[in-house]
């Protein structure tokens, strides 16, 4: 089992920056997938970003690209984070780290495919 932690989220001016953080614990041996999800008021959650689990490939939605940088801080992916600049309104959402336990995905932009969730971290942006 792999339990997350998201931490960072609060309440900003448009234009502001935020830094989430994801600290995976558990018995983890192989390094993580990891990916970040958002769910706005009224919306489906979206796939954010997300990182391989060699570190080597980052992923972004295209809204957010150039804009959020998603990176890791060891060599298993247990601590992820997400470094949203430029914040918009519409980025407003509560903001999910999710991991697999698998390197390779059908689909990472597809929640389906993680098993393990954090409880969320609300981010609001105001105009």
């Known amino acids: 089992q792999v339990q997350l932690v998201e931490s960072g989220g609060g309440l900003v001016q448009a234009g502001d920056s935020l830094r989430l953080s994801c600290a995976a614990s558990?018995?983890?041996?192989?390094?993580?997938?990891v990916a970040w999800f958002r769910q706005g008021p009224g919306k489906e959650r979206e796939f954010v970003s997300g990182?391989?689990?060699?570190?080597?490939?980052?992923?972004y939605q295209d809204s957010v690209k150039g804009r959020f940088t998603i990176s890791s801080a060891d060599t298993k992916n247990t601590v992820i984070s997400l470094q949203m600049n430029i914040l918009k309104p519409e980025d407003t959402a509560v903001y999910y780290c999710?991991?697999?336990?698998?390197?390779?995905?059908?689909?990472?932009?597809?929640?389906?495919?993680?098993?393990?969730w954090g409880q969320g971290t609300q981010v609001t942006v105001s105009s």
């Open positions: 990182i391989s689990s060699d570190g080597r490939r980052l992923y």
């Open positions: 558990g018995r983890i041996v192989e390094p993580l997938t």
């Open positions: 999710a991991a697999s336990l698998f390197r390779s995905l059908p689909d990472r932009r597809s929640g389906s495919n993680y098993a393990y």
